[in-house]
């Protein structure tokens, strides 16, 4: 799976994953975590385990803590979690922290 899907608005801060062959990120405002390849199943549902690559301000996490991602993809939309992701990026990442 590869592309980049965002939500701008969402519980009052940014989400997004961008996904390639390398690896995908999913990113907050104030966090990253990096995954292997995303690989979806017969459902085209995804999961996946990596880790925080960036933690700022004032979060839960801390860089290195480990971090898994579910999905799933709905035509050209991404549910992760609760949040439904569209094409496109979030642009500026801001962190009030």
Known sequence: MSGTWAN???????L?????S??????TSCTVAHFP?????????????GAYT?????VSVRVGDPATITGRLLGDRIMVGGDTLT????GLRVCNA
């Not at 701008?8 to 940014?14: C, D, L, N, P």
């Not at 997004?16 to 390639?20: P, V």
């Not at 960036?54 to 004032?58: D, E, R, S, T």
């Open 8 to 14: 701008t608005i969402s519980h009052g801060y940014a």
């Open 16 to 20: 997004q994953l961008s996904a390639s």
């Open 22 to 27: 390398v690896g995908a990120d999913f990113s």
């Open 37 to 49: 390849p995303l690989q979806l199943d017969d459902s085209l549902s995804f999961r996946a385990r």
């Open 54 to 58: 960036v933690a700022i301000g004032l």
């Open 87 to 90: 094409l496109g990026s979030m």
